[in-house]
């Protein structure tokens, strides 16, 4: 049985705690791939980046791409957890924790799961600048649809 847990949430979450969760009596896990995004700054500066969601679709698609995941490689769990809201530059946006037996299909999972979040989970990012000028929302980007174009050619194990 594979333990898959998504969250979108407000508040921060501790990276730690929840890599302990998912270890928790388990001798079987060979590898545990963690992956933090973080609000990084840009030019012009940025006071904060607002993350905005279809609440429950977003839990639902993710909930989707965490199982296609496990069908697609042998993993014990992922856990996915998604903020939303203002976030300031440093902060954390999402973590991805993937365990498995073996580095391989921790990598390739981890991977898999993020390409799929940056294009098709549904969050909208607005940019707020430092300096008052007009916000402005985030335009989805060529290199993220690339990566992701990738998994939808080859559904077999491995990408």
Sequence with gaps: MVALKVRVQLEDFNAQEEEKRLLSDRRDIGAIISFIGLCRDEEPPLSALELEHYAGMAETEIEAVAKEASSRWPIFGATIIHRYGMIKPGEQIVLTLVAAAHRE???????????????????????????????????????????????????????
């Design 105 to 159: 299909a921790a990598f390739a999972s981890a991977q898999f799961i993020m390409d799929y979040l940056k294009t098709k989970a549904p969050f909208w990012k607005k940019r707020h600048f430092l300096d008052g000028a007009a916000s402005d929302w985030i335009a989805p980007k060529i290199e993220d649809d690339l990566a992701l174009r990738r998994w939808q050619e080859s559904k077999s194990p491995g990408g």
